[in-house]
C-alpha cells in the first residue's frame, strides 16, 4: 500500500507546481496508509476539536489532537472535496481548521524541541494546506476514467470556480480546455 501512494503522490505532484520537503511527502504517503487502513476517526466535530486540542493543558495530548484535528481535515477536503460542495460545512472550513491545527502543532513542537523535521512537516501543511488538499484530491483520482456525469459535473464547476484541479481532470479525459469564460459584472 506504500508504494502504491508513494507513486499515486509523486504522479500528481509532477502535475502540480508544488515541491514538498521529503518529510512532508513520506508524511502524507503514511497518513494516507493510516487512513486507507482505518478511515478518518474524531469523536467531535472538527472546531471544537481544534479549540479543545489547543487549550488542553497536556502537552502531548494537545500535539496528538492537533495532529488528528490536521490530518482529518486534510484528507476529508481532500479526497470528499466534491461532497463538501453539496455541504453546509465547505472546503474553506477545513482548510481553516486544518491549517490553523498545523500551524499551531508546528509551534508547539517548536516550543518543545522536538525533532526540526516534525515543526517542518507541520509547518508546510499549515501554510500551504490548500495546495495538499489539491494534491490529495490529484491522488483520489489517479486511474480512474471520470464517467460522462461526472465530466458534466467537472465541467460546470470548472466554469464556477475556475478550479485548476478540475481543468487538469477534463484535459486529462481528452477535453480541450482554454481559458475560464468570465462572468458579467
Keep these: 500500500m506504500r508504494d502504491y501512494f508513494q507513486e499515486a503522490i509523486t504522479a500528481a505532484l509532477s502535475e502540480q507546481d508544488l515541491r514538498p520537503e ?14 486507507a487502513r482505518s478511515g478518518p476517526q474524531l469523536a467531535l466535530p472538527l472546531a471544537p476539536a481544534l479549540a479543545r486540542a489547543k487549550s488542553c493543558p497536556d502537552a502531548s495530548q494537545s500535539i496528538r489532537q492537533l495532529r488528528q484535528v490536521g490530518d482529518q481535515s486534510l484528507y476529508v477536503a481532500g ?16 482548510s481553516q481548521i486544518g491549517s490553523t491545527a498545523y500551524q499551531h502543532l508546528s509551534r508547539s513542537l517548536r516550543l518543545g524541541c522536538q525533532p526540526t523535521r516534525l515543526v517542518i512537516v507541520f509547518s508546510e501543511l499549515g501554510t500551504s494546506f490548500d495546495s495538499f488538499v489539491e494534491l490529495l484530491s490529484l491522488v483520489k483520482l489517479q486511474g480512474v476514467e471520470p464517467t460522462d456525469e461526472e465530466l458534466g459535473q ?18 486529462r479525459a481528452g477535453m480541450v480546455v482554454l481559458e475560464r469564460p468570465r462572468t458579467k459584472q
Design 22 to 35: 521529503a518529510d512532508t511527502t513520506t508524511y502524507l504517503v503514511e497518513l494516507l496508509c493510516r487512513f
Design 79 to 94: 479526497f470528499f472535496s466534491d461532497s463538501l460542495r453539496r455541504s453546509d460545512l465547505d472546503q474553506s472550513y477545513y
Design 154 to 171: 467537472l465541467y460546470a464547476r470548472w466554469l464556477e470556480t475556475g478550479d485548476d484541479t478540475a481543468a487538469r481532470r477534463l484535459r
